[in-house]
């Protein structure tokens, strides 16, 4: 089955650096890939969604320019969080989708610490 | 907008025990909509999906029915295991985005 690869799975990183997340189709293009931000014990918070070639859409609230988010391939997006901050710390996830009527697929996840 | 409300956990079982998460949607339309569940530490993995009114999706035991008339996708499974402990996500698409549900804990003891 489609398989999406997530990298790193986690990371700890000092306040004020800049941390890139890998999310990757491995066996399908993704024409779509999402990024969601996790609370402890929470729901997924959908953040942005990305398409091969154009700029990423931004839900209400998030900051497009701490979480910056490239696909430049049909097969590869990253997320940047740009100058972290503890409260960025989170668990985020991506999922891709080579068409919704294929479904989508999530990767693994990246436990984000600020410190 | 659309929404999916879930039942609050955490919900303990015991092994064996007979098992029901409640799910309930609004939507304008007719959504497609998914089960999926997450264990600790780890992304989600699809559990299982029905596309339109009075589809049953299933997998590992775990089913649920798309219910229009109730707007409801209960996930059901006739005897849990251990192995079941694990969060679950009650979702609907939304264009081509899905929304999930706050998630429900589930906790099954041996």
């Known amino acids: 089955g489609a398989v999406v690869s997530q990298h790193p799975s986690w990371v700890i990183c000092k306040s004020g650096t800049s941390v890139k997340i890998e999310c990757r189709s491995l066996d399908f293009q993704a024409t779509t890939m999402f990024w969601y931000r996790q609370f402890p014990k929470q729901s997924l918070m959908l953040m942005a969604t990305s398409n091969e070639g154009s700029k990423a859409t931004y839900e209400q609230g998030v900051e497009k320019d701490k979480f910056l988010i490239n696909h430049a391939s049909l097969t590869l997006s990253t997320l940047t969080v740009t100058s972290a901050h503890p409260e960025d710390s989170s668990f985020y996830i991506c999922?891709?989708?080579?068409?919704?009527?294929?479904?989508?697929?999530f990767g693994s996840g990246t436990r984000l610490t600020v410190v | 907008g659309d929404s999916v409300t879930q039942m609050e956990g955490p919900v303990t079982l015991s092994e064996e025990a007979f098992l029901t998460i409640n799910c309930t949607y609004t939507a304008t339309g007719y959504p497609s909509l998914f089960w999926y569940v997450q264990y600790p530490g780890e992304g989600l993995q699809l559990l299982l999906k029905?596309?339109?009114?009075?589809d049953k999706g299933s997998n590992k035991g775990f089913e649920a029915t798309y219910r229009k008339e109730t707007t409801s996708f209960h996930l059901e499974k006739g005897s849990v295991q251990v192995s079941d402990s694990a969060v679950y996500f009650c979702a609907l698409l939304y264009g081509n985005k899905l929304v999930f549900g706050a998630g429900t804990i589930l906790r099954v003891k041996s």
């Open positions: 999922s891709a989708s080579e068409s919704s009527d294929y479904g989508y697929t």
């Open positions: 029905a596309t339109k009114a009075d």
